[in-house]
């Protein structure tokens, strides 16, 4: 990774161009033609820095909502159970993390409320399991800014 990797992701991370050739508009400003923009990109995705380019959507106003389930898993169900929970287009997140509580695999739902409570209750048959669930209570905005250009220290 180079300085303009570096430059190109400072400008990722804060407003992708909503234009007809964003690409190209990235590459005017790092003076980069169109498809240097779209390899680096592509690099640095395959490196595992970029994971996706997409938007953040207000799902209330598109008449959606979404929820944070949990199921208790063991170590060695957890493979399994994932790529069966992942199967549904409507789940975005999907992972591991200790819990006193015993429910370890998080995940999240996003859809009409009704077709959130077919999901769930189609994994809940599938694994023979209670889940947790936990409907949003209220939206925080998010919005991380990295410092990617970091100055060295004088």
Known sequence: MDEI?????????????????????LGGLLSLEEKEVIERLDGLQKEGLVRRIGPILDLRRLGRSGILAALQVSPEEADGLAEFVNQY???????????????NMWFTVSATEERIQEVLEEIRKSTGRRMLVLPTGRIFKIGVKFDIMCEEEE
């Open 5 to 25: 990797d570096l430059r190109l992701l400072s400008l990722v991370q804060v407003g992708f161009p909503l234009t007809p050739k964003p690409f190209e508009d």
């Open 89 to 103: 287009q409507e789940v975005s997140h999907n992972y591991l993390r200790p819990n006193e509580s015993g429910y």
